[in-house]
């Protein structure tokens, strides 16, 4: 019997782990010109909102986020808040890059509606950033990874977004009530912490192992 593999997951792990290796580094991964256009990206989550800036190839060239809580299943409850932080990071950005950021894009998860997308672009558009597209979660995942047949799983704070793709068509969208704020709220209580510092926590690759085995029924659930 022959598997056929849809997508090179050794090469997808890869990259994602580069693109994390990115965002958390705080620093460009090479020098920019003044000529270059960069494609900056922008992710108001729940538990924090990421800005990505790429080059023309769509590398990965320079991330930041900050921890918020501005967002909450998938709606911006707090506009004011998410500007500011979205000000700070373009600010940062600008400051390690040495260039002016114009455009953003933004994206939403899968069935939003127009709604959600609107708020987005008001948030990108109110942190001075010409807002130049608003994309689906999962489809922005499948293009950066080069997948044209596969599933996009996408742990969310409350939820786990599940979309399977065919021939480069989002075809299936299902939503998983469950997401990375069980997690937390599974370690906070195993340790009795607040779920502040369990996210911390949890986002702690030294402590990767420990978590796991506290966080495994969440897991095993959404699994
Ligand atoms: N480095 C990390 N390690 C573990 N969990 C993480 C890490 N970064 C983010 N998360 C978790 O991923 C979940 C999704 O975060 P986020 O994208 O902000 O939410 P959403 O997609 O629902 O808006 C959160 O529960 C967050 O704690
Ligand atoms: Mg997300």
Same mark, same amino acid.
Request: aromatic share 4%.
């Given at each position: 019997?022959?598997?056929?593999?849809?997508?090179? *997951?050794?090469?997808?792990?890869?990259?994602?782990?580069?693109?994390?290796?990115?965002?958390?580094?705080?620093?460009?991964?090479?020098?920019?010109?003044?000529?270059?256009?960069?494609?900056?990206?922008?992710? *108001?989550?729940?538990?924090?909102?990421?800005?990505?800036?790429?080059?023309?190839?769509?590398?990965?060239?320079?991330?930041?986020?900050?921890?918020?809580?501005?967002?909450?299943?998938?709606?911006?409850?707090?506009?004011?808040?998410?500007?500011?932080?979205?000000?700070?990071?373009?600010?940062?950005?600008?400051?390690?890059?040495?260039?002016?950021?114009?455009?953003?894009?933004?994206?939403?998860?899968?069935?939003?509606?127009?709604?959600?997308?609107?708020?987005?672009?008001?948030?990108?558009?109110?942190?001075?950033?010409?807002?130049?597209?608003?994309?689906?979660?999962?489809?922005?995942?499948?293009?950066?990874?080069?997948?044209?047949?596969?599933?996009?799983?996408?742990?969310?704070?409350?939820?786990?977004?599940?979309?399977?793709?065919?021939?480069?068509?989002?075809?299936?969208?299902?939503?998983?009530?469950?997401?990375?704020?069980?997690?937390? *709220?599974?370690?906070?209580?195993?340790?009795?912490?607040?779920?502040?510092?369990?996210?911390l926590m949890k986002r702690d690759e030294s402590?990767e192992g420990e978590v796991f085995?506290?966080?495994?029924?969440?897991?095993?659930?959404?699994?």
């Open positions: 019997m022959t598997i056929k593999t849809q997508v090179d *997951l050794k090469q997808v792990n890869q990259q994602l782990q580069a693109f994390a290796t990115v965002v958390n580094g705080n620093h460009p991964i090479r020098e920019v010109t003044a000529d270059e256009q960069l494609r900056v990206g922008v992710d *108001l989550g729940t538990s924090s909102i990421v800005l990505t800036v790429l080059d023309e190839q769509n590398q990965p060239l320079y991330g930041a986020f900050e921890y918020d809580n501005a967002v909450r299943d998938g709606i911006v409850v707090n506009f004011i808040e998410s500007v500011q932080i979205l000000k700070r990071l373009k600010q940062k950005a600008e400051d390690v890059l040495g260039v002016t950021l114009t455009t953003a894009c933004g994206a939403v998860p899968p069935g939003t509606g127009h709604g959600s997308a609107k708020i987005v672009t008001n948030v990108i558009e109110s942190a001075e950033f010409e807002c130049r597209e608003i994309v689906d979660e999962p489809t922005a995942a499948a293009q950066f990874l080069h997948m044209q047949d596969g599933t996009v799983v996408d742990i969310g704070g409350g939820t786990t977004g599940i979309s399977v793709f065919e021939h480069g068509h989002l075809n299936e969208v299902l939503d998983e009530a469950t997401g990375g704020f069980h997690m937390t *709220l599974v370690l906070a209580g195993y340790h009795h912490v607040d779920s502040a510092e369990a996210e402590k085995a506290v966080i495994r029924p969440v897991v095993e659930k959404m699994a």
